[in-house]
């Protein structure tokens, strides 16, 4: 089992970082690449998955983000690849409030899940969340759950056509979101995004 990475940024790819260490590179996958540095030093708790085909490891920037991980991995038809899509369109926080307070509605705006999963995922984690104290996540960082998906796609449409990419794009959006506790209008979205962007 391979616990965590720690060592440096190679390079970056679409959907996985190559951090070497020891002088192996190994291929981590992240829900955002793009908010690494190459050859910035970076420490990765991991979840490593042999497959038949295939050996897999995802990384997460904390301990209890990797716990969420693998909760999400218990629930009946969630693989390791449609939990780093909840992940990577929800931040932590904003997902184990979604589940305790049994937002369906919420819950089905993440990349590959519909009504019948997301009630899956309230009805086995709720209370598995409760016992592993991730309500301390939702109290220590209490954050709006999200701006509805139109005015999203908004803000990531007018950044790809300023040239960024739509994976730049998707992480400046969010970003700008973590750092605001109030609902942003479209304008100072973009605006907040694009500061992000040049601060790279």
Known sequence: MIDFVKGKVHYLEEDYVAVETGGIGYQVYVTNPYAYDPEAEVFLYTHFVVREDAQLLYGFD???E??????????SGVGPKAA????SGMK??????AIQTEDVKQLTRLPGVGKKTAQRL???LKDKL???HFPDLVAVSPVPLSAPDAGERDVIEA???LGYNEEEAKWA??????????ELDTETWIKQALKIMMNR
Do not use: C, H, I, Y
């Not at 990797?66 to 629930?75: A, G, H, I, Q």
């Not at 780093?84 to 992940?87: C, K, V």
């Not at 932590?92 to 409030?97: K, T």
């Not at 959006?173 to 109030?182: C, F, H, M, P």
């Open 62 to 64: 904390t301990k209890q």
């Open 159 to 161: 950044l790809k056509v």
């Open 66 to 75: 990797r716990d969420l991980f693998r909760l999400l991995l218990e629930v």
């Open 92 to 97: 932590p926080d904003q997902l184990v409030q």
């Open 84 to 87: 780093m899509g909840m992940l």
């Open 122 to 124: 309230v009805l086995d």
């Open 173 to 182: 959006v969010q970003e700008a979101l973590k750092g605001s506790e109030e």
């Open 130 to 132: 409760k016992k592993m």
